[in-house]
Every structure is written in structure tokens, then in C-alpha cells.
């Protein structure tokens, strides 16, 4: 079974420095997709990323890019320029068409302090 | 916006007593996914349908059912409520083409007493 990892439970940033948000997941799967969703006080859980595993580049999307190591199966998020708005619980997920399913991790409570 | 919406918002209710979450899309998109989330356990999958009337068990599918007799619409039933199913429920949608992103419904927050 397909598993995501997100060890560490909370994180702060100062506002305009970059922070960096870790995943790692395990699978057997060769053909996968992972994401990186957002969910603020709002609750309302809003897509950041997405990355194909079969590209090697990485994905980026504005001040939000993604560190993807196939091998080592880690998925990090990269924060640049962190504003107040991004505070908020952080997810990573897995995704595999084989069984049409979504895995999420735990999730990361990112403060950004003023 | 992905055209979901979900109903009630908000609930209270009493242990034991049946309860019935909708989740209505608009993009008539075939997939579609209930999740709970709880503190320290992410987003859990309940159910998912791949089209009408084809639905199938998530992980944390003991105590719910689920009915999808339209494109439109899937239904989430708990039939008798208990405590432990006190929760923040999401619905979530997915093409099933081109890019395989799941986009969230606002959620409904279930208070079972």
C-alpha cells in the first residue's frame, strides 16, 4: 500500500524568507502523480502543485516549486518570498491510477510571522 | 471553482440518528470522492464512485454508504451516527482525463452528540 510521510507537524517562516515543506511517500508504482494542497483557516483544501512523475523537471508554479527525487521518493514544496497569506496547513498526496486513489500525508501547520 | 458544493455545511445531530450528505457537481466529471479529516490523520478516503451506480470502499468505509444515482450528485450516509464519526467530511471530484487532479468541495463539518 501506498504510504506519505510528512514528519515534521509544524514550521515558521519569517515573512519574504523561503521555506522548505518535506514529503516523502513509498510506492511501487512507476507511473504516479503527487500534489501539494493547501488548506487555510478557510478549510476549504486548494490545489499549490502538481507533479508528474514520469517528467523530470521539476514543477513550479509562481513563488511555490517543488524538489522531486524520484529515487529517493521525496517530494518537497519550496515557499519563496513567504507572505501572510500562506499560513496554513499544507498536504502532500500521492496519486496512482491503478487504483484511482488519492493518499494524503498527515499534514504541516506553516505559520508566517510579520 | 470547480462547480462543487456540498450540503448541509454544518451539522449537529444525536447518536443514533441516520444522516445524509450531498455532494452536487456541475462539471459532470465521473469521479467522485468522499473524505474525512480529523486531527493527526489528514484526509482519509470513505468512498468513491467511478461512474453511476460504481462505487467502491475506501480505507475508512466501516459504518457509511454511499448512492450515486446521478452524475451530479453523491450521497454519503451514515446510517446510525455515532461519536467517532464526528468529523470534517470533503467531497472531491475528478475528471478521470487529462490532468488526474482531484479539486475539493468547501466540506461539512458533523457534530455527532
Known amino acids: 500500500a501506498q504510504t506519505v510521510t510528512q514528519s515534521q507537524p509544524e514550521m515558521s517562516v519569517q515573512e519574504a524568507e523561503t521555506v522548505t515543506l518535506s514529503c516523502t511517500y513509498d510506492?511501487?508504482?512507476?507511473?504516479?502523480?503527487l500534489f501539494w494542497y493547501k488548506q487555510p483557516p478557510s478549510r476549504q483544501m486548494i490545489l499549490v502543485i502538481r507533479?508528474?512523475?514520469?517528467?523530470?523537471q521539476n514543477a513550479t508554479e509562481n513563488r511555490f516549486s517543488v524538489n522531486f527525487q524520484k529515487a529517493a521518493k521525496s517530494f518537497s514544496l519550496k515557499i519563496s518570498d513567504s507572505q501572510l497569506g500562506d499560513a496554513a496547513m499544507y498536504f502532500c498526496?500521492?496519486?496512482?491510477?491503478?487504483?484511482?486513489?488519492?493518499?494524503f500525508g498527515k499534514g504541516i501547520t506553516l505559520s508566517v510571522r510579520p | 471553482d470547480a462547480g462543487i458544493t456540498q450540503s448541509p455545511r454544518h451539522k449537529v445531530t444525536e447518536t443514533g440518528t441516520p444522516v445524509t450528505l450531498r455532494c452536487h457537481q456541475t462539471?459532470?466529471?465521473?469521479?467522485m470522492y468522499w473524505y474525512r479529516q480529523d486531527p493527526g490523520h489528514g484526509l482519509r478516503l470513505i468512498h468513491y464512485?467511478?461512474?453511476?451506480?460504481?462505487?467502491d470502499k475506501g480505507e475508512v468505509s466501516d459504518g457509511y454508504s454511499v448512492s450515486r444515482s446521478k452524475t451530479e450528485d453523491f450521497l454519503l450516509t451514515l446510517e446510525s451516527a455515532t461519536s467517532s464519526q464526528t468529523s470534517v467530511y470533503f467531497c472531491?471530484?475528478?475528471?478521470?482525463?487529462?490532468?488526474?487532479?482531484?479539486?475539493f468541495g468547501p466540506g461539512t463539518r458533523l457534530t455527532v452528540l
Open positions: 472531491a471530484i475528478r475528471p478521470g482525463r487529462g490532468p488526474d487532479t482531484q479539486y
Open positions: 510506492t511501487s508504482e512507476s507511473d504516479y502523480y
Open positions: 507533479q508528474e512523475a514520469y517528467k523530470q
Open positions: 498526496a500521492y496519486f496512482t491510477g491503478a487504483n484511482s486513489k488519492l493518499t
Open positions: 462539471e459532470n466529471h465521473r469521479y
Open positions: 464512485s467511478y461512474g453511476v451506480k460504481d462505487t
